[in-house]
């Protein structure tokens, strides 16, 4: 299998491969946050919407036929990429923090009473604290939590005791601050042995890497559109569908009934009952391309060019700055995913952004949505260089010729 | 594009590096005031004591970039000895530097008061996310005068 020719890859990022400024290249490494589009995304979408463009589900011409047929292959797509057991088990909802919102709320109102377990982690995105916050304060249900390793991995020391009891457990395939990869398929079954429902949020996972539902035994994940080289505005909520039979809607309107009288209304199968309204067809068939891109590569030779970047990485940046830069989450990049979040002397990270930003380097300075963690690690924000399948050595070495100027500004 | 040499002035890092006033204030007689800014996490929070009406200490605890804390660090020098009218004044005219309208003063001028060291933060301006940073301290200041006014 032959590594990923990024030189070559590049071509097909307009934004990566325009011409420099001032003599610089743009070197993108937020991609945690959201990536970069290839061609294939943004011409699928512009070539839809000039040649085939039509309404979902609601019209008998061929036109709105075509667009359906586009939309349900998009469903499809989707579920071939993450081996889910049919199409029907994928709900296209605004992005995942909707996926989880959607979980979250509607399964505990649902389901779940006072006093009742969810078992989250320390490493978790607001995305899948927040919700069920909400739902503590409007149910009362008990939030427990994994808590972390010193080099940023979950603690399962005492799992089976947080598990015990548990309703639902919601926990991230990995972090998008410190890069770990969690056991998801130990975790999945250790719940599912306690009896909880599971939800991944695979929101940093999916883009990097091979996914397989089933060998994951979980009952739902979420991810976003926008990670994986397609569009905003597309989330998913992929769920079994035992689960999703059992999870009510939370949007009312049209698309999602199968009739609405004066005295009641009844609902459309899944998935469709929960896409009430108009869906982002476009946003589907530029997702649908971002698949087909990604496959084409080979989504284990996406992992394998990422931890070998993600190892490099850490390499040079402990070679170049030693004692002065602190990368959180394991040191070992068979650990973790190409998110590398760090310290940089005492340097406040939204200084060191700037500067990185005068050599053309796109950093996230921040708390990254994960407020809990930060407190953990005892920072109030730090820089996040994130990698993808166009960044290589060469962006990491401007990595470091910015640090380094960042450095001689403060007087270090 | 704008150089950094316009953002990272050398009395702005003397500031970060040496900041002035850093501390607490026993409360009462002084009031307090938290502000922080959601976007990166900064955390600040300004210590007014006034005599009658003049502020006679500023007192700033909590952590933050460069730019926020050398703004902390000079509006704590600045503001002492003012009155609470020149105080707002003051603030008035650093928004106005910062090209932030102020709800208060919306339609008025500001007034030409001599900024001093504070001149140096103009440079901020041409880094429109950074104004957030400049102003956080100057914000939180006048919440302490609110709180204390009323
Ligand atoms: C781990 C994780 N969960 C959830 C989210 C939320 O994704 P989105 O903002 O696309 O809804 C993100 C992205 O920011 C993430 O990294």
Same mark, same amino acid.
């Given at each position: 299998m032959a590594a990923i020719d990024v030189d070559a890859l590049i071509q097909d990022f307009p934004l990566l491969s325009a011409a420099p400024e001032d003599g610089r290249r743009l070197v993108y490494l937020d991609s945690a946050n959201t990536s970069q589009k290839p061609n294939a995304v943004i011409d699928a979408m512009g070539r839809f919407m000039r040649e085939s463009y039509g309404p979902i589900n609601r019209s008998a011409y061929r036109l709105a036929a075509a667009a359906t047929d586009a939309y349900e292959g998009a469903r499809n797509r989707v579920a071939r990429f993450i081996n889910a057991?049919?199409?029907?088990?994928i709900v296209f909802t605004r992005n995942a923090t909707d996926a989880l919102n959607l979980f979250a709320q509607s399964w505990s109102r649902a389901h779940l009473r006072r006093g009742d377990v969810v078992v989250l982690s320390h490493m978790e995105h607001h995305a899948n604290i927040v919700p069920w916050q909400m739902m503590h304060d409007e149910i009362g249900i008990e939030l427990r939590w994994i808590p972390l390793t010193d080099d940023g991995q979950l603690d399962l020391a005492n799992l089976d005791d947080l598990l015990d009891g548990a309703s639902v457990l919601a926990v991230t395939a990995m972090s998008n601050v410190l890069g770990t990869i969690n056991p998801v398929a130990e975790l999945c079954t250790r719940a599912r042995a306690a009896g909880a429902v599971t939800m991944v949020d695979a929101c940093q996972s999916v883009p990097h890497g091979p996914t397989d539902v089933q060998a994951w035994g979980a009952d739902l994940c979420a991810f976003s559109s926008h990670k994986m080289l397609g569009p905003t505005g597309l989330g998913v909520l992929w769920g079994r569908a035992e689960i999703l039979e059992a999870l009510p809607p939370m949007i009312g309107g *049209? %698309?999602?009934?199968?009739d609405v009288r004066l005295d009641g209304y009844s609902c459309a199968p899944v998935p469709t009952r929960f896409e009430a309204g108009t869906g982002q067809l476009v946003e589907a068939v530029g997702l649908n391309a971002a698949i087909d891109y990604l496959d084409t590569l080979g989504m284990d030779r996406v992992r394998d060019h990422e931890r070998e970047l993600t190892r490099y990485a850490i390499d040079t940046l402990t070679a170049a700055f030693g004692d002065d830069i602190t990368i959180h989450g394991p040191s070992d990049p068979e650990l973790r995913g190409g998110v590398l979040s760090f310290a940089f002397r005492d340097l406040h990270p939204h200084d060191v952004s700037q500067i990185l930003d005068e050599y053309r380097v796109c950093v996230r300075a921040g708390h990254h949505c994960a407020k809990p963690l930060m407190r953990i690690l005892e920072a109030n924000a730090t820089v996040r260089a994130s990698l993808y399948?166009? %960044? *290589?050595p060469d962006d990491i070495d401007v990595l470091v010729e910015a640090l380094s100027s960042a450095g001689d500004i403060f007087g270090f | 594009m704008p150089g950094l040499e316009d953002l990272y002035r050398e009395i702005i890092l003397d500031h970060y590096k040496n900041p002035r006033n850093r501390g607490q204030l026993e409360v009462p007689p002084a009031v307090r005031a938290d502000g922080h800014n959601p976007l990166c996490g900064d955390e600040i929070t300004v210590f007014v004591e006034l005599d009658g009406d003049r502020v006679v200490r500023v007192a700033i605890d909590g952590q933050g970039c460069s730019i926020s804390q050398s703004s902390a660090s000079m509006m704590s020098q600045a503001m002492t000895g003012r009155t609470t009218d020149e105080a707002r004044a003051l603030l008035h005219r650093f928004k106005h530097m910062m090209s932030i309208a102020d709800h208060d003063h919306s339609d008025e001028p500001a007034e030409d008061i001599p900024l001093g060291d504070l001149e140096?933060?103009?440079? =901020? =301006?041409?880094?429109? =996310?950074?104004i957030k940073c400049a102003v956080l301290a100057w914000n939180t200041l006048a919440q302490a005068l609110d709180s204390a006014a009323s």
């Open positions: 057991a049919s199409a029907d088990e *049209g %698309n999602m009934i199968d399948i166009y %960044n *290589g | 140096a933060l103009q440079g =901020v =301006v041409k880094f429109p =996310v950074r």
